[in-house]
């Protein structure tokens, strides 16, 4: 079966960075389209980031030009790099693969879902 793995979450002050990495076992991101997802305590999961094999890349307007999604197709990880952080980054992070169309921003596109990982962001 595919299993993804996020790490790298953690604490951070606004302004700062944190990068996310995910890894994928039975999966190879290269072929096809993949995404990182957060969730807040008490909202829906949200797209934040997603990119294609073909190096296109999508962003939610609340993260453009601060995050940055790795669309390297030689990396064997999905990186999300995340700059300028701010308070209402907080939540849970995961890493989503194989959808039903590129650049898919909705959860219900997606097959494979890691466990996530934990970004708290302080004032």
């Known amino acids: 079966g595919v299993h993804l793995v996020e790490w790298g979450g953690g604490a951070a002050q606004a302004g700062g960075s944190l990068s996310l990495p995910c890894g994928a076992s039975?999966?190879?991101?290269?072929?096809?389209?993949r995404a990182w997802f957060r969730q807040a305590t008490g909202k829906e999961r949200e797209g934040v980031a997603a990119?294609?094999?073909?190096?296109?890349?999508r962003y939610a307007d609340s993260v453009k030009g601060r995050f940055t999604i790795s669309k390297d197709n030689t990396k064997t990880t999905l990186d999300v790099q995340m700059n300028s952080l701010k308070p209402e980054d907080t939540g849970m992070y995961y890493c989503?693969?194989?959808?039903?169309?590129?650049?898919?921003?909705?959860?219900?596109?997606?097959?494979?879902w890691g466990q996530g990982t934990q970004v708290t962001v302080s004032a």
């Open positions: 039975g999966y190879d991101f290269s072929s096809g389209c």
């Open positions: 989503a693969a194989k959808c039903r169309y590129y650049l898919a921003f909705s959860q219900s596109d997606y097959n494979y």
């Open positions: 990119s294609d094999k073909y190096g296109d890349t």
